[in-house]
Nanobody
Framework: QVQLVESGGGLVQAGGSLRLSCAAS????????MGWFRQAPGKEREFVAA????????HYADSVRGRFTISRDNSKNTVALQMNSLKPEDTAVYYC????????????????WGQGTQVTVSS
């Protein structure tokens, strides 16, 4: 089993930046990807970004491409999401997730999830 813990959420003004971090522990897969999803109240969980652990290959949602950057730290077994030029529509609970295999934008493909961290962007 894998445990994921997110941190770094908070309140920020539009145009500002936040850096989220996800720490993984426990048994993981031999080949896996880690991703970030977000969910606002009453809305579907939405893909944000993902990284393939073996080579650092990344995928981004169109809505965040050019503003957000996902990265991995192999030695610390963590994944970060650097969020720049934040918009009010970025407001959501952000979740870290892990899956066996390569990157995917589908939430159902992921096996383990963190508890989430709140990101609020004010106008």
């Amino acid at each position: 089993q894998v445990q994921l813990v997110e941190s770094g959420g908070g309140l920020v003004q539009a145009g500002g930046s936040l850096r989220l971090s996800c720490a993984a522990s426990g048994r993981t897969f031999s080949s896996y990807a880690m991703g970030w999803f977000r969910q606002a109240p009453g809305k579907e969980r939405e893909f944000v970004a993902a990284v393939r652990w073996s080579n650092g290959f990344t995928h981004y949602a169109d809505s965040v491409r050019g503003r957000f950057t996902i990265s991995r730290d192999n030695s610390k077994n963590t994944v970060a999401l650097q969020m720049n030029s934040l918009k009010p529509e970025d407001t959501a609970v952000y979740y870290c997730a892990v899956r066996s295999g390569g990157t995917s934008s589908q939430s159902n493909d992921y096996n383990y999830w963190g508890q989430g961290t709140q990101v609020t962007v004010s106008s």
